[in-house]
Structures are given as C-alpha cells and as structure tokens.
C-alpha cells in the first residue's frame, strides 16, 4: 500500500482528485474524512494542508504527494520533486494597492511588505537589490495593505481576481509555479513499484490529453 498526501481543500485539490480517478483509481469520497483507500489499487490517500505535505512525505508518513512548487520551494524541499504535473500553474506575484503610482522594482525600497513565501520573496528582492521588510503572515495576504499592516503583498496569484477583489495591482512576477508529484527517498521496494505503476499510469493520463 502506498500512500499518498494531497490538499485537502484549495487550488490544488480538485486537479489533484482529478488526476487520481483519470489514472482509473476509485475510491469513496467522503468530504468528511481525512484519509480514504483505493477500492482498486493499492492506494490510501491522505487530505492535509498543503504547507505540511513537504514535510509529511520527507518524514515518510506520507510515501508520496502532490504540492505546489511554490511550497515545495519555499520550504526548502525540492530534492522531494519526481515530477512537474502540468496542472493547478499560478505565480507568485508582488501587488501593490491600484491606485498606486508604481514604477518600478526600487519604489519598494523601505517599505512593508505582507507575505507567506518570505524565503522566495527575499531570494527575488535581494536579487534586484531591494531592500524592504518582510512580515511573515500565513493567510489572508491580500487585506494586509486595507488594513494597514504593509505597504505590498506577495502573494499566489491564479486567475488574479483576489487581487481586483482586494483593490490590488500585480507589479512584479517573482516565481512560475504549477503542481508537482513528490516522493520520500526511502521508499521500500514494494512502494517504489506501486509508484512505478502509478507513473504509468499518469503519463498515459498526459498523453491522453496532448
Ligand atoms: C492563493 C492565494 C489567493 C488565491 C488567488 O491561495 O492566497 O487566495 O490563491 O487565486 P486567484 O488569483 O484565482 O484569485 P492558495 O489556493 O494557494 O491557498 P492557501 O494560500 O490557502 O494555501
Ligand atoms: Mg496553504
Ligand atoms: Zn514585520
């Protein structure tokens, strides 16, 4: 039996559920439950937050998942990748309010900015030689400049209508992402084989639909 952690409820779950029965795996679907098996393949799945899915499957409580590469990145774990997945693709973004008078990159010199990707964020600033300060929050990004706690955000933007709804202005793209397939190094034999059928599986998914 392999396990396999996805999102339990955000961007990434629906594609993530898709993908898992396109690949001919069935299992019932109880929105209550945090965990269900596979009536047809050797698959028990896990519904987490996605911030925890990295470290779940570095620690082998989960064998497998299926994460954002924002996350996966940010928090240090790319060497978890086996795969790019092609679906749920965003980017994190820099937003400002939209009645700013934005320029360029070095207006954000000093000011505040509210974020959950602290680590991809300070890479890119200090990359373009900006200086700013970065707080750390974990959700609810978009209503920090309303309500006075930074100046900008970095935040995931998809079809970019948080941002319109929250009076912001994308100004700066700081990273591409999209899903990807995750897996512990150490999986027994019997998993890496269960894996290897999945994989199979998922590229006749991908090729189905090119
Ligand atoms: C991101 C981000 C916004 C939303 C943007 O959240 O924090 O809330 O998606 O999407 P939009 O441009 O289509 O409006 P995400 O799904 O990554 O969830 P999380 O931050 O709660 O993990
Ligand atoms: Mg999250
Ligand atoms: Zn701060």
Do not use: W
Not at 113 to 137: M, N, R
């Amino acid at each position: 039996m392999l396990r396999i952690a996805i999102q339990k409820s955000g961007r990434l779950s629906e594609d993530s559920l898709k993908l898992i029965k396109e690949c001919g795996i069935s299992f019932i679907n109880s929105s209550l439950k945090l965990k269900t098996e596979s009536t047809n393949f050797p698959l028990e799945i896990l519904y987490l937050r996605d911030d925890d899915i990295p470290g779940y499957v570095a620690d082998g409580v989960a064998d497998i998942g299926i994460v954002g590469e924002n996350v996966l990145v940010e928090e240090g774990m790319q060497h978890l990748a086996v795969e790019q997945l092609g679906f749920s693709k965003c980017r994190l973004s820099l937003a400002v309010p939209k009645g700013d008078n934005y320029q360029d990159i070095s207006d954000l010199n000093g000011k505040n900015i509210a974020t959950s990707y602290p680590k991809l964020l300070q890479a890119y600033l200090s990359e373009k030689g900006v200086e700013a300060h970065i707080h750390t929050i974990s959700g609810s990004v978009e209503i920090a400049p309303s309500i006075g706690l930074a100046d900008a955000i970095c935040d995931i933007v998809s079809s970019g209508s948080t941002l319109i709804s929250n009076g912001l202005k994308e100004v700066e793209r700081v990273f591409k992402s999209q899903a990807v397939l995750i897996a512990n190094k150490e999986l027994s034999e019997e998993k890496r084989q269960i894996l290897e059928k999945l994989l199979f599986r998922i590229h006749a998914v991908q090729r189905a639909q090119r």
